[in-house]
C-alpha cells in the first residue's frame, strides 16, 4: 500500500470529526481531514458536556483546556412551569465515585473546536484541508477513492479508510447510499441569550422545565467575559421566523417567562429544525459514520453533541487497531453494533420520552409524573440510578456489553 493510501480521510471539521482525526493521528494513523467550510464553525446550540464525554476527551489535553473557561454544573433542575412548586433538584455528586467528573460541564461547542484544532495540528501524522467539499467516495477490497471540490477544482484522495462526520446533511451518508430513518419533529426551536442572571431568581444553571403550551430549558454559559443564558423554546412552523424573532416578540417573551421591571439584554437569537433520525448502519465496507452523520436527536437531555464524541472514542481504538494490523476487520462492526445499540436504547429513547414528558398536557398524568420526579430526586438511591442514566454513563455501559 503506498503512503497516500495508508491513511484514513475524515470528512467533517466539527468537533467529532476533529476528535476522530486527532485520536487516530494520535495514535500513530496518518489522517486527512477535509472540512468544506473556510475555517471552524460557530455553532449557536451544542454546549453540555455529559461526564462520559470529558473522560474521553481527557487523554489528549481537551478536558484541561475546556475547564480554563468553561462552567462546572453539579446541581441542574427539572421544573413545572404551571406549577412553581414542583421541583426536582439534582446532585450529580451522587455519582463522584464513578466518574472523576461529577457534573454537567457548560462551554460554547465553537469554543470546543479550537481547543480540539489545535492539538490536532500538532500531530505530524494530520493533515487538514478547508475549503474542501466531500463530493463522492468509491471502495475497493483495498481501500476508498475519495472525490472532493477545493476552490472549484476536483480534487481526489486516496486512503485505507473514510470517516464521515459532517454533519446531519451527511454527503458521506448520501453517497454510500444509508438510510436515514425516523421523523422531524413539527416545531422550530428558538435559542436565545441573555445576560440576564436566571438564578438570583431561583433557577439552576442548567434548568428544563415542562409546560404543555411551551417547555423551557435554560443554560448558563461561560460567554466573553462574564457568563450569559441560553434560552431554547419551541415555536410554530407556521409562524415566520422574523415575526417569532423581532426584538418586541422575544422581549415580550422574556417578560411573559420572568416579569422584571427593566428590559432584558437580548444578544442574539437563532433557529433550527429537529430530528430524530438514525442511519441504519454506522458502517458500509471501509466507509464508518459518526456524529450527526449517524444519528440525530433533539436537545432535551444534551444527547447530541455528547454521543458523537462517543461515538468518536469508541471508533479510534478500534480503527487503529485494524489499521496498525493488530486487530482484524470484523472490529469495525463490533463499533457499529455498539454505538447503534447505544444511539437507538439511550440517545433516542431518553431524548423522545424527555420532549413527551415535558410537554404532558393532562393534569393528572403530569401531576404524578412530577411527584414520581420529586420523589425520586429526594431519594439517593432513586437519585444514583436516575443520574447513571441521565448523565449517558448508562449509555456507555450499555455499548460496552455488545459483542
Known amino acids: 500500500m503506498n503512503a497516500a493510501r495508508e491513511r484514513v480521510i475524515v470528512a467533517g471539521?466539527?468537533?467529532?470529526?476533529?476528535?476522530?482525526?486527532?485520536?487516530?493521528?494520535?495514535?500513530?494513523?496518518?489522517?486527512?481531514?477535509?472540512?468544506?467550510e473556510p475555517a471552524l464553525t460557530i455553532d449557536l446550540r451544542a454546549g453540555s458536556y455529559h461526564p462520559p464525554t470529558l473522560e474521553a476527551m481527557a487523554p489528549y489535553g481537551i478536558t484541561d483546556r475546556m475547564m480554563e473557561t468553561g462552567i462546572k454544573v453539579r446541581h441542574w433542575q427539572i421544573r413545572d412551569r404551571k406549577n412553581p412548586e414542583w421541583i426536582a433538584n439534582w446532585d450529580l455528586g451522587l455519582i463522584a465515585d464513578l466518574t472523576p467528573y461529577p457534573y454537567r460541564f457548560h462551554l460554547e461547542q465553537h469554543k470546543l473546536t479550537p481547543i480540539i484544532f489545535d492539538f490536532l495540528r500538532r500531530e505530524p501524522l494530520a493533515e487538514v484541508q478547508f475549503r474542501a467539499r466531500f463530493v463522492d467516495v468509491a471502495q475497493?477490497?483495498?481501500?476508498?477513492?475519495?472525490?472532493?471540490?477545493?476552490?472549484?477544482?476536483?480534487?481526489?484522495?486516496?486512503?485505507?479508510?473514510?470517516?464521515?462526520?459532517?454533519?446531519?446533511?451527511?454527503?458521506?451518508?448520501?453517497?454510500?447510499?444509508?438510510?436515514?430513518?425516523?421523523?422531524?419533529?413539527?416545531?422550530?426551536?428558538?435559542?436565545?441569550?441573555?445576560?440576564?442572571?436566571?438564578?438570583?431568581?431561583?433557577?439552576?444553571?442548567?434548568?428544563?422545565?415542562?409546560?404543555?403550551?411551551?417547555?423551557?430549558?435554560?443554560?448558563?454559559?461561560?460567554g466573553d467575559g462574564s457568563p450569559y443564558w441560553r434560552i431554547v423554546i419551541p415555536t410554530d412552523i407556521d409562524v415566520p421566523e422574523e415575526v417569532i424573532a423581532a426584538p418586541a416578540a422575544v422581549q415580550a417573551w422574556l417578560q411573559n417567562f420572568a416579569p422584571r421591571s427593566e428590559p432584558y439584554d437580548v444578544l442574539y437569537n437563532s433557529f433550527y429544525r429537529v430530528h430524530q433520525r438514525v442511519a441504519r448502519n454506522f458502517r458500509s465496507g471501509r466507509v464508518l459514520l459518526a456524529g450527526d452523520s449517524a444519528h440525530l436527536n433533539n436537545p432535551l437531555g444534551a444527547f447530541g453533541l455528547n454521543s458523537g464524541i462517543q461515538d468518536a472514542a469508541n471508533l479510534i481504538p478500534k480503527l487503529a487497531a485494524v489499521w496498525h494490523g493488530t486487530a482484524p476487520e470484523s472490529l469495525l462492526d463490533v463499533y457499529d453494533?455498539?454505538?447503534?445499540?447505544?444511539?437507538?436504547?439511550?440517545?433516542?429513547?431518553?431524548?423522545?420520552?424527555?420532549?413527551?414528558?415535558?410537554?404532558?398536557?393532562?393534569?393528572?398524568?403530569?401531576?404524578?409524573?412530577?411527584?414520581?420526579?420529586?420523589?425520586?430526586?429526594?431519594?439517593?438511591?432513586?437519585?444514583?440510578?436516575?443520574?447513571?442514566?441521565?448523565?449517558?454513563?448508562?449509555?456507555?455501559?450499555?455499548?460496552?456489553?455488545?459483542?
Open 337 to 403: 453494533r455498539q454505538r447503534h445499540t447505544a444511539t437507538v436504547e439511550h440517545v433516542q429513547a431518553n431524548s423522545i420520552a424527555n420532549k413527551k414528558t415535558m410537554e404532558l398536557r393532562d393534569p393528572e398524568l403530569r401531576r404524578a409524573h412530577f411527584e414520581e420526579l420529586v420523589r425520586t430526586a429526594n431519594t439517593p438511591e432513586l437519585a444514583r440510578r436516575y443520574l447513571i442514566n441521565s448523565s449517558m454513563i448508562a449509555a456507555v455501559q450499555r455499548a460496552a456489553e455488545v459483542a
Open 13 to 36: 471539521g466539527g468537533p467529532v470529526g476533529l476528535m476522530t482525526a486527532l485520536g487516530l493521528a494520535h495514535a500513530g494513523v496518518p489522517v486527512l481531514l477535509i472540512e468544506q
Open 140 to 222: 475497493t477490497g483495498e481501500g476508498v477513492r475519495v472525490t472532493y471540490e477545493r476552490d472549484g477544482v476536483m480534487e481526489v484522495a486516496d486512503g485505507a479508510y473514510l470517516v464521515g462526520a459532517d454533519g446531519g446533511r451527511s454527503n458521506v451518508r448520501k453517497a454510500i447510499d444509508m438510510p436515514f430513518e425516523g421523523f422531524t419533529w413539527d416545531e422550530r426551536f428558538m435559542v436565545i441569550s441573555t445576560s440576564f442572571d436566571f438564578q438570583t431568581i431561583g433557577y439552576a444553571k442548567n434548568a428544563y422545565i415542562a409546560d404543555p403550551d411551551q417547555w423551557v430549558t435554560l443554560f448558563q454559559m461561560p
